[in-house]
């Protein structure tokens, strides 16, 4: 590694976390009850509150978690049919420059559920797909609401630890209005324009048709880019323009807009941390999980980059110059792009898996095999490593649970939390959390090695053929979206197994976590006392980290050890 | 229930508006207005006419031009249909490709002498990387030289004209932008 990467890399984590800071403050006043304030908030409020008036949503009604919980599941089903129906109608629907037909119904239902669940696993490549009309229309939409469905949900989850002896979590529509209005919109708009800035292109003129300088002819699709990728980055969505995603230089053509994308990436899930601890009342509390999630972030991040500056020992035996220097970027360069190299490459890797993003700069079917492992990893974690918007946050504070329960076994002492003793009900509603992701991803790959049409859209052979099935699931199972590009899910047994696998995780967790909410916002506030437990505290750190890590471990060692490790073995077969 | 079906149904007319039509129109607007040539994609024109994107990779095969990183599109260097290679790092697959790209470069016109840079034998991420570092650059200068009777010097100072640092001497990775040096390159040749 040169100097310039350890400084690149650093400045990278103190902007996320310098920025994150203000912006996380702000939404705990966004979503705190307060009327949000400060300039900006004095023009958007009429906004959010004829939008409220439009929808028909009485500002002031508080709901209990069943009807919060129902609210955001009817929501949820709502969008996928948009995006359903307007794929299904695209060829008759413009804009559609480049005259693509109907999304054929196995595809149509896997991208709906896709958008509609924050998770933008996509089974094609959206330049030879979909209209610009479904771009913008249906999916851009989703990333939004999507999103703010997630920060909504949040926002109920911290209620239930903030308040007592109530039924009342706030009124889902108007979190999800004052997300989108107060939160969403403003910071995609002006990153939307940095980008353009950089050469993103933002068009509704259709292809274009060059003639190269060698003779031949070049159609080079364009789109409305700039409005997508913003959005796409800010709200864990992931599902790009094109099919390459951010490695396509119409979506990502600078370092500075790689900077800028990857900044977006974990910039709303780190303000959430900030959000919590501010409307919890105790900042500390917010600290805690921001160090949690960093520590684990900071690890994956170390061995990612290691294994791509490292190179591909098969390339050197050929004779190929890897070494890394100020005029060649070294490293395994198989599916990256030269301007971001290898650093940026596993900077971005590791960021869209902690975060449940899925964006792509580079294709992560061709990073080494060890460095794939912390990519899976920190999907397999849950997503609670970052997270999605809003949903990584309150995934963590399932861990939370999980973790007093198990310190408060060691000293036999009742668990709390915030002042809320951890009872039966919450532990339960904990465990169906955590065991999800486990399910979901072991048994959709389970499913899908012993089926044949299945195995067949492998791309690559042996363990790596099944490391693109454990990492479509893992992603699918977590809401994460990214791939092992690799492998051909537009299948009709991937895009139902995969669709379903989203909509469970979304959906089953979000109600759990609010029926937790909903027990713990009924209880009283117990008073501190000698044998409580500190939940702010370095040690409570390591112990966070370290129950998040051995609950993902005993899970899926045994699955990365016939992939990725295996995979690895085979370098010095002879 | 049925109060929630309608909720949704009146919120997502709204938000569709709100982040389907007016957002997009806005960014689309400010961007025409201060970024027209970044918003249409930074079209290089010839004589007023289209011959690609100074961000979009196209074909090279000849000696006497640079030749761009591999794309593993179909066909090649697609820009309706983006997408890298994925192949494993490990697989057969790569090696064999791999082994034809270097027979390529080493091939009936050879360029230069030592090993060749990994970017030069590696398919990027998107199929249409615009750039190839300094050192493939320098590594083709010997062959488009001969290519086109030129001195080593010219071709080697036109590449160093091309070479855009790390941004802010911080960010990414030093770059050659391989159409706008080639249309360099016919200067050159029309100025003998």
Redesign the interface.
């Known amino acids: 590694m040169m100097a310039?990467d350890w400084?690149?890399i650093g400045?990278y984590v103190v902007a996320v976390i310098g920025l994150a800071w203000p912006l996380g403050r702000f939404m705990a006043t966004v979503l705190g009850g307060q009327a949000p304030r400060g300039p900006i908030a004095r023009v958007l409020r009429p906004l959010e509150r004829s939008?409220c008036a439009?929808?028909?949503?009485d500002e002031h009604r508080e709901m209990n978690w069943r009807e919060y919980a129902?609210?955001f599941v009817?929501?949820t089903f709502?969008?996928m049919l948009?995006v359903y129906t307007l794929q299904r109608l695209q060829g008759v629907m413009p804009p559609n420059p480049a005259r693509l037909g109907p999304v054929d119904a196995y595809l149509a239902l896997n991208t709906a559920a896709s958008f509609a669940t924050n998770t933008n696993w996509q089974s094609y490549?959206g330049?030879?797909t979909l209209s610009y009309l479904v771009q913008?229309?249906?999916l851009?939409?989703q990333?939004?609401?999507s999103a703010a469905a997630g920060l909504a949900v949040m926002a109920a989850v911290i209620r239930g630890l903030a308040r007592r002896t109530t039924h009342d979590l706030g009124n889902f529509?108007v979190d999800?209005?004052r997300a989108?209005?107060h939160v969403l919109?403003p910071l995609?708009?002006v990153l939307?324009?940095a980008l353009?800035?950089?050469?993103?292109?933002?068009?509704?003129?259709g292809?274009?048709?060059?003639?190269?300088?060698?003779g031949?002819r070049?159609?080079?699709?364009?789109g409305?880019v700039?409005?997508?990728v913003?959005?796409k980055q800010l709200g864990t969505n992931g599902g790009g323009f094109?099919?390459?995603n951010s490695?396509?230089?119409?979506e990502n053509?600078?370092?500075?807009s790689?900077?800028l994308e990857g900044l977006a990436i974990l910039l709303l899930p780190a303000a959430c941390c900030f959000c919590f601890g501010e409307m919890v009342g105790d900042r500390r509390q917010g600290w805690t999980l921001l160090a949690a999630m960093l520590a684990i972030y900071l690890g994956a991040l170390a061995v990612t980059t290691a294994t791509e500056i490292g190179?591909?020992p098969?390339?050197a035996r050929?004779?190929?110059?890897?070494a890394r220097?100020?005029?060649?970027?070294?490293?395994?360069?198989?599916?990256?792009?030269?301007?971001?190299?290898p650093v940026?490459s596993a900077v971005w890797a590791t960021a869209t898996t902690a975060a449940s993003n899925g964006s792509?700069?580079?294709?992560h079917?061709?990073?080494?095999?060890l460095g794939s492992i912390p990519l899976l990893a920190l999907m397999q974690l849950g997503e609670v490593v970052f997270g999605g918007v809003g949903s990584g946050l309150y995934g963590m504070i399932v861990f939370v649970i999980v973790a007093v329960f198990a310190a408060g076994l060691m000293v036999g002492r009742t668990p709390e939390y915030l002042g809320k003793k951890i009872g039966i009900y919450e532990m339960k509603m904990a465990v169906v959390v955590v065991l999800l992701p486990p399910l979901l991803v072991l048994a959709g790959t389970a499913l899908a090695v012993v089926t044949p049409a299945a195995r067949a859209a492998m791309?690559?052979?042996g363990p790596?053929g099944f490391t693109e099935v454990l990492y479509a699931f893992s992603s699918a199972g977590n809401n994460n979206g990214s791939a092992?590009?690799?492998l051909a899910t537009d299948t009709p047994f991937y895009n139902l197994a995969l669709a379903a696998a989203m909509v469970l995780a979304r959906l089953w967790a979000g109600v759990a976590v609010l029926a937790v909410a909903g027990s713990l916002a009924g209880k009283r506030r117990a008073a501190e006392s000698a044998g409580t437990l500190p939940t702010h505290t370095p040690l409570f750190v390591a112990w966070l980290v370290a129950v998040v890590l051995i609950v993902g471990a005993l899970a899926f060692l045994p699955v990365l050890a016939i992939g990725p490790l295996a995979?690895h073995l085979?370098?010095w077969a002879p | 229930?049925r109060n929630?079906?309608?909720?949704?149904?009146?919120?997502?007319v709204?938000?569709?508006v709100?982040?389907?039509?007016i957002?997009?129109g806005?960014?689309?607007a400010?961007?025409?207005l201060?970024?027209p040539r970044?918003?249409?994609?930074?079209?290089v024109h010839l004589d007023g006419?289209?011959?690609?994107?100074a961000?979009?990779a196209?074909?090279?095969?000849?000696p006497d031009?640079f030749w761009p990183?591999p794309s593993a599109t179909m066909p090649p260097?697609n820009?309706?249909?983006?997408?890298?290679?994925?192949?494993?790092?490990?697989?057969?697959?790569?090696?064999a490709r791999?082994?034809g790209r270097?027979a390529d470069l080493r091939g009936p016109a050879p360029a230069g002498a030592?090993?060749?840079?990994?970017?030069l034998?590696?398919?990027?991420?998107?199929?249409?990387?615009?750039?190839?570092?300094?050192?493939?650059a320098?590594w083709q200068a010997p062959r488009v030289a001969r290519a086109r009777r030129v001195s080593d010097a010219a071709v080697n100072a036109a590449i160093a004209r091309h070479i855009e640092p790390?941004?802010?001497?911080?960010?990414?990775?030093?770059?050659v932008n391989v159409?706008e040096l080639?249309?360099e390159l016919?200067g050159l040749r029309d100025e003998r």
């Open positions: 310039r400084l690149q400045v939008i439009l929808a028909g949503v129902r609210a009817v929501f709502g969008g948009v490549a330049e030879a913008s229309l249906g851009v939409v990333q939004f609401a529509w999800v209005t989108t209005v919109v995609a708009l939307a324009v353009v800035s950089q050469g993103v292109v933002q068009t509704w003129g292809p274009v048709v060059a003639r190269t300088l060698e031949t070049q159609v080079i699709a364009r409305p700039a409005s997508m913003a959005i094109f099919g390459a490695a396509h230089p119409f053509p600078t370092p500075l790689n900077f190179g591909n098969v390339l050929m004779g190929v110059d890897q220097s100020p005029l060649a970027p070294g490293g395994n360069m198989e599916g990256k792009e030269l301007r971001n190299g940026l792509v700069n580079a294709m079917d061709s990073f080494m095999p791309h690559n052979a790596h092992f590009a690799g995979e085979t370098l | 229930m929630d079906l309608l909720v949704t149904v009146r919120l997502l709204v938000l569709t709100l982040c389907g039509v957002y997009p806005t960014v689309t400010v961007a025409r201060c970024f970044q918003a249409e994609g930074s079209l006419r289209a011959v690609g994107s961000l979009i196209q074909e090279f095969r000849s031009y990183r260097y820009a309706s249909l983006s997408g890298g290679s994925n192949d494993g790092p490990l697989s057969d697959r790569l090696r791999v082994a270097l030592g090993p060749v840079p990994c970017d034998v590696t398919a990027s991420g998107s199929g249409l990387d615009p750039h190839i570092s300094p050192a493939s320098y790390p941004q802010f001497g911080l960010l990414g990775e030093a770059r159409l080639n249309l016919n």
